[in-house]
């Protein structure tokens, strides 16, 4: 058998191997897992974009190759929806490419921007795919820690100049996932007063500009970067429109990290099925009223939760966005361990706060991607879980 590339053995080993192991050995022996590990709605794609794609499947001209960059019309209902959501102008030409989900541009972007030994610099906990694929590509990550004192942003005067001086592309994702933290308009401009400053091209990562609650509306990079020079944002419909499965999302901002990403991608991919596009742009120019529905459901759950937690000595604030509680685990306890007690002694699947990077450890992470009646049960077994151990677990 041939030798794997080094750039595969380099991909450090999967940190949610063992909980998935334990997973399927519960689930075999018949335990009734609530599984609150996978970043994934339960909520079906509103019916309107279901028979859109309906109507586009049926037609022979979007059985064909697409276009490498997305159908006009798509990347014109981007811009269009950017100017109604954020009041930026996009050209739909120039600075919007179709992405297949927009975990594809994201991992292919370090491709376009890192040579061997370049510096990235890498937000932990993190999405790990920011640092997997700068990894991939021969960059080398310098890890921005999260800590919660700051907000879970990253303390960006504690960079040293030269990593700044070094650094080719800097990856920042608010609101956030794992934390659920959300950026004030001093961040942004801060960040942006450094790209400029060090020719950093800022990649931020927006998945969940639509999911917060409480009347909070989160900004877009691009409402501070004006002229589009620093900065290039990712957008997903995933979780806005519950599309999960449909692998489309966009990337739009400054028009050469738009034309350097779209020129890899037209070597690797052939672009998104037209079908599928004509469901986004469904997605993106009809009725948003599903989007409010969304969020009521999860602003819901996320109230039931938090309260939940609270009540039974797992103290947490409730997100303004992100469907994620991050929390701390209780004394004495690792990410993981804590994650396995929960796991053996109630059923309750959650995240261990160092699958998204070390600075996670001491956390875990819950997404309230199942229903009401499954967050109250999880509650009840949390809390005669609790009562039971004689390590008084979760009650300081
Ligand atoms: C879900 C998620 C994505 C990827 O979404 P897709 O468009 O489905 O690929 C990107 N970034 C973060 C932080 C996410 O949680």
């Known amino acids: 058998m041939a030798k794997p590339a080094s750039r595969i053995e380099k991909i450090p080993p999967y940190l949610f191997a063992r909980i998935d192991k334990k997973k399927s050995e519960l689930k075999r022996a018949g335990v009734d897992l609530i599984d609150f590990g996978v970043g994934d709605p339960d909520i079906p794609t509103p019916g309107h974009i279901i028979e859109k794609m309906g109507e586009a499947i049926k037609n022979p001209v979007n059985h064909r190759y697409p276009s490498y960059e997305g159908m006009y019309e798509y990347r014109k209902a981007v811009a269009d929806w950017y100017r109604m959501r954020f009041t930026v102008d996009l050209d739909p030409e120039s600075e919007v490419v179709a992405l297949i989900g927009s975990k594809e541009g994201i991992a292919h972007l370090p491709w376009a921007y890192i040579d061997n030994g370049d510096c990235a610099l890498i937000p932990s906990p993190g999405y790990p795919v920011y640092r997997i694929t700068t990894l991939l590509a021969g960059g080398v990550p310098y890890t921005m820690p999260l800590k919660e004192e700051n907000g879970f942003l990253p303390h960006l005067d504690g960079i040293p100049k030269d990593v700044l001086d070094k650094a080719k592309i800097m990856f920042i994702n608010y609101p956030n996932n794992p934390t659920g933290a959300h950026a004030g308009d001093e961040f942004y401009e ?207």
Request: with cysteine.
């Open 190 to 396: 801060k960040v942006l007063y450094l790209a400029e400053k060090h020719d950093i091209l800022i990649c931020h990562d927006a998945a969940y500009s639509e999911i917060a609650y409480d009347g909070y509306k989160p900004k877009s990079i691009l409402e501070f970067d004006k002229k589009k020079r620093y900065a290039i944002e990712f957008h997903s419909l995933s979780k806005t429109y519950c599309m999960t499965g449909w692998r489309i999302g966009f990337a739009a901002g400054n028009r050469e990290a738009i034309f350097n990403l779209g020129k890899l991608k037209t070597n690797i991919d052939s672009g998104v099925f037209q079908a599928i596009q004509y469901a986004a742009i469904e997605a993106l120019t009809g009725d948003q009223s599903c989007v409010d529905e969304i969020r009521r459901v999860f602003q819901k759950r996320r109230d039931l939760m938090v309260n939940g937690l609270n009540s039974v000595g797992i103290k947490v604030k409730p997100p303004l966005a992100t469907f994620y509680i991050w929390s701390k685990v209780p004394e004495g306890y690792t990410s993981e361990g804590f994650c396995e007690k929960l796991m053996e002694g109630s059923g309750i699947v959650v995240t261990p706060g160092n699958g998204f990077g070390e600075e996670g450890e001491g956390y875990f992470r819950i997404s309230i991607t199942i229903g009401e009646d499954r967050i109250r049960e999880a509650v009840e077994r949390l809390r005669s879980l609790f009562s039971a151990s004689n390590d008084n677990l979760g009650n300081p």
